[in-house]
């Protein structure tokens, strides 16, 4: 009883946030960066990554947005969430919180999330201990950060899409389907990313016909044998499904595809291991 009154309550306050978007003008935010060139990377690198699920073109893309403009900070905090060398990441956060100041408002919000993933990222590779409340100071930090900057931003895909993500951890698979379908465009839903990750909570959920239903649906949207997602969705419906062997071929292709791809390298070990 306790748990519908909560989740009736988020659903009461996400509503609401809807509702102020309904006169909101279509705007794309520049990520504090007037270079033309810098933002057109930064916007690939997203794609690559949220939708293609190519992580290793997502890096190059992330890492050539910064080339334009050095004073890119949130493209490169974006490298700094990125990149697996410890010592880069290191010095990317020190000068991310030297320039932090710099800022506007609304890519403080920003930063102020993808500093305290880098921080976490950087104690972990030092060796250093996590407090057990980390993750939860974290995780509210970005849906309060990402919650005030969707409300003057709505129709940044991406951001929506992280954003989604943190409900998902923080309130479970349902209420994290509802939001979705609360705060997406009809034009967002139609986006790679959240097609996937619909069908990645229908999985959680145990709706695997639906879930591959919208496999299929991603395929083709994506309309590219390339895209590793496609292959990714397929490998974790098999796997909560018990069909190993189905789930161990399409982890493997897209593996094989992006070797750095960590969500799929972290669903190969648990694949394997049962």
């Not at 794309?28 to 033309?36: A, L, Q, R």
């Not at 010592?87 to 991310?96: D, F, G, S, V």
């Not at 509210?140 to 003057?152: C, Q, V």
Request: aromatic share 12%; charged share 30%; net charge positive.
């Amino acid at each position: 009883m306790r748990f519908k009154k909560i989740h009736f309550l988020f659903l009461s306050i996400l509503i609401g946030f809807t509702a102020c978007q309904k006169n909101e003008p279509s705007v794309t935010y520049n990520y504090g960066t007037k270079i033309d060139s810098a933002l057109y990377y930064f916007n690939k690198g997203w794609v690559s990554i949220m939708d293609e699920g190519r992580w290793m073109d997502s890096e190059k893309f992330y890492r050539k947005a910064v080339t334009f403009d050095d004073d890119f900070i949130l493209g490169k905090s974006l490298v700094g969430r990125i990149t697996q060398n410890l010592y880069e990441r290191i010095a990317i956060q020190k000068e991310l919180e030297d320039k932090i100041v710099t800022l506007d408002e609304d890519s403080k919000l920003l930063l102020q999330v993808y500093l305290a993933n880098i921080r976490s990222m950087n104690k972990r590779g030092q060796g250093l201990r996590l407090k057990p409340s980390d993750s939860k100071n974290r995780l509210d930090l970005s849906e309060r950060n990402f919650r005030s900057f969707l409300k003057k931003h709505p129709n940044e895909d991406y951001i929506k899409a992280e954003y989604i993500e943190v409900l998902h951890r923080k309130y479970g698979a349902k209420t994290a389907l509802d939001s979705m379908y609360l705060l997406a465009t009809e034009r967002q839903l139609k986006l790679p990313f959240y097609i996937h990750y619909n069908a990645t909570i229908e999985t959680e959920l145990g709706n695997f016909e639906r879930a591959l239903e919208l496999a299929d649906d991603l395929k083709n949207s994506l309309n590219n044998p390339m895209a590793p997602n496609q292959y990714l969705i397929l490998a974790d419906i098999y796997y909560q499904m018990d069909s190993i062997r189905q789930a161990k071929f399409m982890i493997e292709k897209v593996v094989s595809l992006d070797p750095k791809h960590l969500i799929a390298l972290a669903l190969k070990e648990k694949i394997y291991k049962k």
